[in-house]
């Protein structure tokens, strides 16, 4: 057992050093993915999209995503994570700012595809980076501090964009939207740079560890906390035919569906119920965002000191399910019933994610953590690409969002009794050996 002040150390060292940064970087990440959903209030008119052709363009990132994801994953176990982060970084901040030239439906789709294919690894890349780092009691913890990013840039990104939209249009003869998408790509090129110089690839590499709180560290990785080796995955072939990683590929869905879903759709939901200025439209969207952000970290740290993530999961789900159940029969009872319902389904959603990556993180080792996590995060995230279009098209037939938030809803109702049924404490498997 690693010396527990070394570790501590260790930990402690390595928190302050790494997530903070990681933390930005998703920031400016999902920053770079979602703001089409504040561009679109602006961009549809501009572009004569309609909302179901908007959804389909929006869904069509996840599909580069998707078919480039595992590779990209498999690529960063290869060439080491601050060469390929970086990499990733940069093409993807070029391919956003370039969003700026659409002029239609055909180069809509096209640049929302490649900047999937571009993006794609980035954050699986980030969840495997985090198991070089953090024991596997550890993770649930550093996944929901990392993951704090997507409520941040979503508290940030609402009033930024809203307030870039409506302070630069028509200068030098561009939209607001086109404005948004150079401006919030350009910082991703520029951190993809600071990458390459300030991300180390493994704790060995550190000057900033001592030798001692290395070894700990290393010895706490290494540590499968009696877990039984047959349990454990190390290789790529085994991790595809692990029906575990099947079974939280299609619970990984659900949460896709709801998570983009949301983050598309909400500043037009908004101003639908609210009305306004695209800034004051991007102030009231950051409510939700800004509460999830608070509580996701500390329902990641409980999960981590019970051990029970089965559980912690299980609740957050139900309670995410209940807020948009209410959200979508106070839609039209008013901005502050309808903001109040809705912010309690996002803040389930978000504490979702912590308790859901310390499970495969528990048992998938080496190449396998790295294809595994990819799968689940890809397969997935085609969720992504399915509920921006379904709600589009519904909204589109109904004239209301209700119908869309009602089938979010049911999916991760299903994910929900997936979990009751199937899923398995990391801690507990382990400790049944």
Same mark, same amino acid.
């Given at each position: 057992m690693p010396a527990q002040p070394h570790l501590e150390a260790a930990l402690g060292k390595t928190t302050w050093?790494?997530?903070?940064?990681?933390?930005?970087?998703?920031?400016?990440?999902?920053?770079?993915?979602?703001?089409?959903?504040?561009?679109?209030?602006?961009?549809?008119?501009?572009?004569?999209?309609?909302?179901?052709?908007?959804?389909?363009?929006?869904?069509?990132?996840?599909?580069?995503?998707?078919?480039?994801?595992?590779?990209?994953?498999?690529?960063?176990?290869?060439?080491?994570?601050?060469?390929?982060?970086?990499?990733?970084?940069?093409?993807?901040?070029?391919?956003?700012?370039?969003?700026?030239?659409?002029?239609?439906?055909?180069?809509?789709?096209?640049?929302?595809?490649?900047?999937?294919?571009?993006?794609?690894?980035?954050?699986?890349?980030?969840?495997?980076?985090?198991?070089?780092?953090?024991?596997?009691?550890?993770?649930?913890?550093?996944?929901?501090?990392?993951?704090?990013?997507?409520?941040?840039?979503?508290?940030?990104?609402?009033?930024?964009?809203?307030?870039?939209?409506?302070?630069?249009?028509?200068?030098?003869?561009?939209?607001?939207?086109?404005?948004?998408?150079?401006?919030?790509?350009?910082?991703?090129?520029?951190?993809?740079?600071?990458?390459?110089?300030?991300?180390?690839?493994?704790?060995?590499?550190?000057? &900033? +560890?001592?030798?001692?709180?290395?070894? $700990?560290? =290393?010895? %706490? *990785?290494?540590?499968?906390?009696?877990?039984? @080796? #047959?349990?454990?995955?190390?290789?790529?072939?085994?991790?595809?035919?692990?029906?575990?990683? &099947? +079974?939280?590929?299609?619970?990984?869905? $659900?949460? =896709?569906? %709801? *998570?983009?879903?949301?983050?598309?759709?909400? @500043? #037009?939901?908004?101003k639908d119920v609210a009305g306004g200025t695209t800034l004051r439209i991007g102030l009231l969207s950051a409510i939700p965002y800004l509460l999830a952000a608070a509580c996701m970290v500390f329902w990641g740290r409980r999960a981590d000191r019970t051990g029970r993530h089965r559980a912690s999961l299980a609740i957050a789900v139900l309670v995410a399910v209940t807020g948009l159940i209410g959200a979508a029969l106070l839609l039209h009872a008013g901005r502050v019933p309808m903001l109040v319902a809705l912010s309690v389904g996002v803040v389930g959603l978000f504490c979702t994610f912590g308790p859901f990556w310390a499970v495969p993180a528990g048992f998938l080792r080496g190449t396998a953590a790295a294809g595994g996590i990819a799968v689940i995060n890809s397969f997935g995230n085609l969720g992504g690409f399915v509920s921006p279009w379904v709600v589009g098209l519904v909204k589109k037939h109904t004239g209301s969002f209700a119908g869309g938030i009602f089938i979010i809803a049911g999916a991760l109702t299903v994910a929900l009794l997936l979990i009751v049924l199937a899923v398995r404490d990391p801690e507990r498997v382990d400790a049944s050996s």
């Open positions: 050093r790494l997530i903070p940064f990681m933390f930005l970087l998703y920031v400016v990440a999902y920053l770079d993915r979602v703001n089409v959903g504040f561009a679109q209030l602006q961009m549809k008119s501009s572009l004569g999209l309609s909302e179901a052709a908007y959804g389909f363009g929006a869904g069509l990132f996840f599909i580069g995503y998707f078919l480039f994801e595992v590779p990209s994953n498999l690529l960063l176990e290869r060439f080491g994570p601050r060469r390929w982060i970086a990499r990733i970084m940069i093409s993807w901040g070029v391919l956003s700012s370039a969003t700026m030239l659409v002029r239609g439906e055909a180069s809509f789709y096209l640049l929302r595809f490649l900047l999937g294919l571009a993006e794609a690894g980035f954050f699986p890349g980030m969840i495997l980076y985090l198991t070089y780092w953090f024991p596997p009691r550890e993770r649930a913890s550093a996944v929901a501090r990392f993951m704090t990013a997507i409520g941040l840039s979503l508290v940030v990104g609402g009033p930024l964009s809203g307030a870039i939209m409506d302070g630069l249009q028509g200068r030098l003869g561009l939209h607001g939207w086109q404005w948004l998408f150079l401006l919030e790509g350009v910082p991703s090129v520029l951190l993809g740079f600071v990458v390459l110089v300030a991300l180390p690839d493994k704790p060995a590499e550190v000057t &900033w +560890l001592r030798p001692e709180e290395k070894a $700990a560290l =290393a010895e %706490a *990785l290494r540590a499968k906390s009696g877990s039984s @080796p #047959q349990r454990d995955v190390s290789k790529l072939r085994d991790a595809l035919a692990d029906g575990r990683v &099947w +079974l939280l590929s299609v619970i990984y869905f $659900a949460f =896709a569906m %709801a *998570l983009y879903g949301l983050t598309l759709w909400v @500043p #037009q939901i908004i």
